[in-house]
């Protein structure tokens, strides 16, 4: 059977990254290309070897896959657009499968196209496509997360396993929810650790040992959470019961900087959870840590 031409809106980090290894893998054919600069396509087309690039959605003709990779708050208007400007060059869209590649948004962006007859789907991969380069050789082995209508999660379904992803269905109700917490699990792993540099700065030690200290103890316990999962991974004072150094360190972060004692409080009430899970100490221990984390200074 031919393989299922492929279009794309928004060439970005992402969206090449998806068509160049789709295409390496044999499992499309490059089509049209359009984003709001022609120098952007073009350096897309490059990089995925084919494509013809458009100066307007006007131009683009018909495919059996679109990707939209452009920023949310563009993609619903594009899907509007692309119901009004195609008719010709697409006079129908039944069998076509539409998708988006947002995390936090459902394929209900694209219901204009859907009401076209379009099978439309979100799909997001958990991957950093920081260096598009890197991710072609790294991007095996991520997990993807799907939603949308049958016959667009079957064939997404297919070129994304393809090409080594894992893939998860994910219900449209909880994707909101689920994209927060991919940015809790990464983004904030990096807030984190500034809130734990600016400690350690305020305790005086230099930036250069500061690294030192704390990269080799993040990796180790990120290593642990892999391994061990968070129950059994977390150790130190909570997991001991010391209230003793847990308002040691409360005076000391009141008496520096107050913007980080939230943080270490909140973190605290979920780390006293794990710590409960453990079932190692007594409700004495357990009690007296969550008084030391609800009380307002």
């Known amino acids: 059977m031919p393989i299922p031409r492929i279009n794309i809106i928004g060439s970005g980090k992402l969206g090449r990254t998806l068509i160049r290894l ?11 290309v359009f984003n709001r600069s022609s120098a952007h396509s073009q350096a897309a087309i490059e990089f995925c070897g084919g494509g013809r690039l458009c100066e307007s959605i006007h131009d683009m003709n018909t495919a059996d ?18 119901t009004e400007t195609l008719t010709k060059n697409q006079p129908t869209w039944t069998d076509t499968v539409v998708f988006h590649a947002s995390g936090l948004h459902s394929s209900a962006l694209l219901e204009a196209l859907q ?34 209508d049958p016959k667009a999660t079957e064939q997404l379904s297919y070129l994304f396993t393809e090409i080594g992803s894992t893939v998860i269905p994910i219900k ?29 700065d305020q305790a005086g030690i230099t930036a250069p040992d500061a690294k030192q200290i704390l990269q080799p103890l993040m990796a180790k316990s990120l ?8 129950v059994e991974a977390l ?3 909570i997991a001991r019961g010391d209230t003793h150094t847990l308002t040691a360190h409360i005076e000391a972060i009141t008496d520096q900087d107050s913007q980080h004692l939230s ?23 357990l009690a007296a840590m969550a008084k030391l984390f609800s009380t307002t200074p």
């Open 223 to 230: 290593q642990n959470l892999q391994n061990l999962g968070p």
């Open 235 to 237: 150790t130190g004072p």
């Open 115 to 148: 009401n076209k007859g379009a099978a439309v789907a979100s799909a997001h991969p958990v991957h950093s496509f920081a260096k598009p380069e890197q991710s072609l050789i790294s991007y095996r082995g991520t997990t993807c997360t799907l939603e949308g």
């Open 172 to 200: 449209a109700s909880g994707k909101a929810l689920y994209h927060a917490a991919t940015v809790v699990g990464s983004n904030y792993l990096a807030a984190l650790q500034q809130s734990a540099l600016d400690m350690l």
């Open 22 to 32: 789709f295409a390496d893998h044999h499992l499309v054919e490059i089509g049209d």
């Open 263 to 285: 943080l270490y409080k909140e973190l605290g009430k979920i780390a006293l959870e794990l710590a409960r899970q453990q079932a190692h100490l007594d409700d004495t221990h």
């Open 65 to 82: 896959i679109w990707l939209i990779a452009t920023p949310d708050d563009a993609i619903a208007s594009i899907a509007e657009a692309l």
